[in-house]
């Protein structure tokens, strides 16, 4: 690989004609988004319509926990999702499951079978398509090539995946136009310990309904007319980072496509210091694809909103409209998988890792969370006056509560390699877990803690340009209209902000699965609000329901218990690390000592306690956690050992070479060979450098294989590892700088962030 190529490249790239796509029409109109949505999806409308009715009203009570599926009903609903199927050109039939790798996994059966009769003696055999009821619910792929974390030695390989019926079925695209009946399931092992995201997560979000649910009827007013609520879950909203690049030039990076990230590189002139790439015009090629995948996800039934370019170049965004828990988390893994293959087909890279690049923005996946009623009623919605909106105050404290309860295994929950390069780096949440609450709110808490009414915060102000109010912004302009303003502003320095009517997530990884980062914060969450239960039965005594002074003597309580999590400052400061320490607050930088605290006696207990983790699956999930990210580690080492051989000193020799015969050529022509010995004495320690690293790279690699126990293996790949590949990239980098750019062999930053 020579400048040469990355030229050539470049040029077929800039020449290239891209991919456009017809997008679907009826009648010769073209189809709108809402005629699209939820084509390939069995859901409850396509069940309603296609299966009898005491089947449907079986499985409707089924889904509210009322009991569990027969055989008659599960074969039912089989047929019915058969035949829907094939209508649709769907030949195979797959469990869709979450293993413990932040990806998807399946294996389709076809739906062929053969059914052979005798007549006369002799075999007649017909061929036929089936599924059946037990096919719908149960699968046993292998378990033993999955990550178990150390439960496989105790458990065996046998594991099995089973329907969730709570996520429906749908179709996607196989080969050749057919299609492929998808069931999103839960993998566990012979003797029902979870071996996947997805089973942890439904424990959780039942656990947490089920005790906001008894608050609510503590507080609610009992009244003939009005229904109680009878439901409540947590709603999900993942905002998805990701960057794209051209394949071609990806294709040339062995380190990007070996580890998502680049080993070397340095930064162009140019990158996002203009703070012109964020919201501006999105390139034609990337817009293109975006809209393919918000199509395909439209079929899914998953709802893309929002579309626009992020802080770093070639880098974007896609957030959904928020939906149940569960299924959001099904939606954003079936958006990762559809960027990644839709931008394949227009000769683009997606990439999710959290840290691509060096020197700009990383990516994060903010997780938005709340709790709805069954009425879609949000319980973190402050209204007008949060300061009486006691039921919102106590559901309020109580994701403080668990926040500080349990703000180290919220760290725990986003802790990766990929993720350390992002956390903590001025751009992304510290590994300080704060909540920030905006002014507004700060204020009403301060003044229920200490007894005193409410100081409006948001209090108007007048200019001859624009007049604010409470929560209304007029800019004294006839024809701009009047703006709401919302309650708090934003602080984009905070791990877990309240934005609205929700609290914000946001040192989640972009690469990382939702799932696990929000079975943490719905167990701590969960926890806290037994103790709240707890407290609010004690204090309503034998009155119907709690009294208004009952819930705020409950409030109080834990805004004094939990002053300490709530941070309204910039978490990037040195000065928040010192606050933090002077609070007790965990500052943990690195992911190995993150995973440890998954098994803290405190974490443990809250876990064992919801009955979300058993002890074995939580020692598993360490385990696993640990090994990963060592893992991962160890293959950088190695991408980068492969490229500083293959690739980055055999550049600097042919220079070196070249200059040395230029030096001696002017030596011979008794001209001045002064600048080609700098550069080569420059050149010299440089290439030394680099072999030193690479030797001890090999070296750590090997000692490594003497390291059995996980967080010594883990610490080993911090501290011995990582700092040499960090080291390595100091001394590429120079020399990037000063080889001649056509011995350089890898595409640069510059080209690739030039080719969208
Ligand atoms: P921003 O973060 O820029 O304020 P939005 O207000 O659009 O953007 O919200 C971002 C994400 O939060 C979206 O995916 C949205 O659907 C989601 N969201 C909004 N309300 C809720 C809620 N009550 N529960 C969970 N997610 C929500
Ligand atoms: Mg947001």
Not at 94 to 102: G, I, S
Not at 175 to 188: A, K
Not at 420 to 439: C, K, Y
Not at 708 to 714: D, T
Request: charge should be negative; proline fraction near 5%.
């Amino acid at each position: 690989m020579s400048q040469q190529a990355r030229v050539d490249i470049v040029t077929g790239v800039l020449g290239r004609n891209h991919r456009t796509v017809e997008f679907p029409k009826n009648n010769g109109k073209q189809e709108l988004m809402s005629e699209v949505f939820g084509k390939n999806v069995f859901g409850t409308r396509e069940m309603s319509d296609r299966l009898p009715k005491p089947v449907f009203k079986t499985f409707s009570s089924q889904l509210k926990g009322g009991q569990t599926l027969d055989k008659v009903t599960a074969d039912a609903i089989a047929h019915a999702a058969k035949v829907w199927a094939l209508e649709r050109g769907a030949t195979h039939f797959t469990h869709w499951f979450q293993p413990l790798n932040d990806s998807t996994a399946e294996k389709h059966d076809s739906f062929l079978t053969l059914k052979t009769t005798f007549s006369n003696g002799l075999p007649d055999v017909t061929a036929l398509e089936t599924f059946s009821g037990s096919e719908l619910l149960q699968s046993e792929p292998d378990a033993s090539s999955f990550p178990s974390g150390g439960m496989r030695t105790t458990f065996e390989a046998r594991g099995y995946t089973v329907w969730d019926t709570k996520s429906p079925m749908f179709l996607q695209e196989g080969p050749h136009g057919t299609m492929v009946l998808y069931i999103p399931s839960v993998f566990i092992s012979y003797n029902g310990e979870a071996l996947d995201e997805k089973s942890v997560l439904l424990r959780s979000s039942s656990v947490i309904s089920k005790v906001a649910l008894e608050i609510l009827h503590l507080i609610e007013p009992i009244e003939d007319d009005v229904p109680r609520t009878k439901e409540i879950f947590t709603t999900l909203g993942t905002e998805q980072e990701y960057f794209l690049i051209d394949r071609a030039l990806y294709a040339l990076r062995p380190d990007l496509k070996t580890c998502g990230r680049t080993l070397i590189g340095g930064l162009p002139a140019r990158h996002q210091q203009l703070e012109d790439h964020y919201f501006g015009k999105i390139p034609t090629r990337v817009l293109a694809a975006m809209s393919e995948i918000e199509l395909e996800l439209a079929k899914l039934g998953v709802p893309i909103k929002t579309r626009h370019n992020e802080v770093a170049p070639c880098q974007f965004e896609a957030a959904p409209i928020f939906e149940e828990a569960m299924l959001a988390v099904d939606h954003n893994l079936l958006t990762m998988d559809i960027m990644h293959r839709v931008a394949h087909k227009y000769k683009l890279k997606c990439l999710f890792h959290e840290k691509p690049f060096k020197g700009v923005n990383g990516s994060g996946k903010h997780c938005n969370w709340s709790l709805s009623t069954d009425r879609g009623d949000n319980l973190l919605s402050p209204t007008s006056t949060p300061e009486t909106n006691y039921r919102f105050l106590l559901f309020l404290v109580a994701c403080l509560k668990g926040v500080y309860d349990h703000g180290d295994l919220l760290r725990a929950g986003v802790a990766s390699a990929s993720n350390d390069h992002r956390l903590g780096a001025q751009e992304a949440p510290p590994g300080i877990i704060s909540a920030f609450l905006g002014s507004e709110l700060n204020e009403v808490l301060n003044a229920i803690e200490e007894g005193r009414p409410v100081n409006k915060v948001l209090a108007g102000t007048e200019t001859t340009h624009m007049r604010v109010t409470g929560t209304t912004l007029d800019l004294k302009v006839a024809t701009l209209p009047k703006l709401n303003r919302d309650m708090t502003d934003r602080n984009r320095t905070s791990p877990f902000a309240f934005t609205g009517n929700k609290f914000e997530f946001r040192a989640v990884g972009s690469k990382q699965s939702p799932s696990f980062p929000v079975t943490i914060l719905n167990s701590a969450i969960a926890s806290a609000l037994m103790e709240i239960r707890d407290d609010l039965k004690k204090q309503k005594g034998d009155k119907a329901v709690a009294s208004d002074e009952d819930m705020l003597v409950v409030i109080r309580k834990y805004i004094t218990l939990t002053k300490n999590i709530r941070y309204e400052g910039d978490n990037y400061s040195d000065e928040w690390v010192q606050e933090a320490a002077k609070r007790g607050l965990p500052n943990i930088v690195k992911s190995p000592e993150a995973f440890q605290r998954l098994l803290t006696p405190k974490n443990k207990e809250m876990f064992m306690r919801l009955g979300v983790f058993t002890e074995p699956e939580l020692e598993s999930r360490y385990h696993i956690l640990s090994e990963k990210y060592t893992k991962e580690i160890h293959i950088e080492a190695q991408t980068l050992v492969g490229m500083l051989i293959e690739h980055v000193l055999p550049a600097a020799f042919s220079y070196r070479r070249e200059l040395s015969e230029s030096a001696a050529f002017m030596k011979q022509i008794s001209a001045e060979s002064a600048p080609e010995m700098k550069w080569l004495s420059q050149l010299a320690p440089i290439c030394t450098g680099l072999q030193d690293a690479a030797e001890s790279l090999e070296s750590v690699l090997a000692e490594a294989q003497h390291i059995e126990e996980s967080f010594a293996a883990a610490d080993h790949a911090c501290t011995k590892v990582s700092p040499v590949i960090e080291k390595a990239r100091l001394l590429t980098d120079q020399l990037e700088k000063l080889c001649a750019d056509k011995y350089w062999p890898l595409p640069k930053y510059h080209e690739l962030f030039s080719t969208l």
